[in-house]
């Protein structure tokens, strides 16, 4: 595995990855409507930290969203440009979102239809920064999971700034492995800005909204850009330490799925909180400890996929498969749908969705049943098709822009020219002015 082949522009094992996270989240909402997660056994313990899929998919976006800007970092290129990046995002993720957000509020919440306010702070993503919201807990009924695509905005948002930081700081040595260890270190100095936000967050009193901003959540979405880090400077570097790390961790992907198995088993003990409602959300070192843990568990299942993309162990095949990555690019669409479907299950079943036999199992299976072929309309009919035409509108812009730009320099250059010859002519006059002088 010393031959460490380039790292695509797309990886189906990573889409694997994060279709695995999308279940995940899936298995803990169904399990909390069935009642799955009040018992006190190891199952629904299990059970109830299935929001790590939410760090993972952190992780993921961190690794894949900073990689063009981990790649200038050793190429001496600029970043991504900000501006058509934000397009790109925007096109890719908030239409879909804003008719989610739409369905959820006139189907489970028209009491609140008609007010503006809501729809604003909603279809605007700036829910989370509302302190005294109608709603209990992250969001109104139906789709209160929908506070982490805004959380993830804003990592959006402030990513170019970070991008512009770490480059700024990187860019100052000359060597891959010095710009390497600057930018790391960089992205290091993030946790203790993370434990400081951490700190005001439960003291002098918990306030659970500042638990949805983008500092609580911030050392994750720096492990993935970590990853690109290393990923870059392997790439950089074919002969260095980053690429015989990348191989060695590659080759290791059994020992490090089994220390994050180890470490997810770890966060479900009450190391990470008392076992109930709020599952230590509301406690200051169970917080911190929920984070380190869930951190170092999605590092350790995305690492050997990210760092050696042409892993051929039968794990990394397996989540490389068609179906995985088919479930990996609809992934979004399982994302946004599921609690709204899930909802519309429950209410169609009634009292009975807690009387059935195994009725997490039957309310799971109809779940997926409804979710899967949905997020895949979604993608084929609404995702794919506004990003794509997305994608052709800000490549027609910068098209534009550029030839403005082209137009611009030939009329400055061609006023160059024109003051040039000018300034030829009045030498020449003011020469035969002088001859007729003398």
């Not at 199952?43 to 992780?59: E, L, M, Q, T, W």
């Not at 260095?240 to 590659?250: E, H, K, L, M, Q």
């Not at 599921?338 to 009634?350: E, N, Q």
Request: proline content about 7%; charged content about 15%; overall charge positive.
């Amino acid at each position: 595995m010393s031959s460490r082949p380039a790292s695509p522009a797309h990886q189906d094992s990573l889409d694997g990855i994060r279709a695995a996270a999308a279940l995940t989240v899936v298995v803990l909402h169904v399990a909390g409507e069935t009642g799955e997660t009040s018992g006190m056994s190891a199952i629904p313990r299990f059970i109830g930290h299935g929001d790590i899929g939410v760090a993972i998919f952190f992780v993921l976006s961190g690794l894949l969203l900073y990689r063009p800007w981990a790649t200038a970092l050793f190429s001496g290129k600029a970043g991504p440009e900000t501006v058509p990046y934000l397009w790109r995002r925007f096109w890719r993720v908030v239409p879909a979102f804003w008719l989610a957000v739409a369905i959820g509020l006139l189907a489970f919440n028209p009491e609140h239809a008609d007010e503006w306010r809501t729809w604003a702070q909603l279809l605007g993503m700036v829910s989370i920064y509302d302190f005294s919201p109608w709603w209990p807990g992250t969001g109104p009924t139906g789709i209160y999971h929908l506070w982490t695509i805004s959380l993830e905005m804003s990592f959006y948002l402030v990513l170019p700034l970070l991008g512009a930081a770490l480059a700024a700081v990187a860019g100052r040595a000359t060597a891959p492995a010095a710009r390497a260890r600057r930018a790391l270190l960089g992205l290091a100095a993030l946790y203790p800005l993370h434990l400081v936000y951490q700190y005001f967050t439960y003291f002098p009193e918990w306030r659970p909204t500042l638990s949805m901003w983008l500092p609580r959540s911030l050392p994750w979405f720096a492990l993935g850009m970590a990853l690109s880090v290393v990923a870059a400077w392997a790439a950089a570097e074919p002969s260095g330490p980053a690429r015989r790390f990348s191989a060695g961790v590659g080759a290791a992907l059994p020992e490090c799925w089994t220390a994050a198995g180890l470490l997810y088993l770890i966060s479900c003990t009450e190391l990470t909180g008392p076992f109930g409602l709020n599952f230590g959300y509301d406690m200051f070192w169970p917080s911190i400890f929920r984070v380190v843990l869930y951190g170092a568990v999605s590092v350790l299942l995305v690492a050997p996929l990210a760092l050696h993309p042409g892993n051929r162990h039968r794990l990394a095949v397996f989540f490389g498969s068609r179906p995985m990555a088919w479930l990996g690019r609809v992934s979004y669409g399982i994302y946004l749908w599921h609690a709204i479907l899930l909802l519309v299950l429950v209410r169609l079943l009634g009292p009975r969705v807690h009387t059935l036999p195994f009725a997490f199992g039957v309310l799971l299976a109809l779940t997926l049943l409804v979710t899967l072929p949905a997020a895949g309309l979604s993608h084929r009919f609404l995702e794919e098709p506004v990003r794509r035409l997305g994608t052709r509108w800000t490549v027609r812009r910068r098209r534009d822009e550029q030839a403005d730009r082209g137009a611009a320099q030939q009329l400055r250059h061609g006023a160059g020219e024109a003051r040039a010859e000018s300034a030829r002519k009045e030498t020449v006059h003011s020469g035969g002015a002088a001859r007729e002088g003398e």
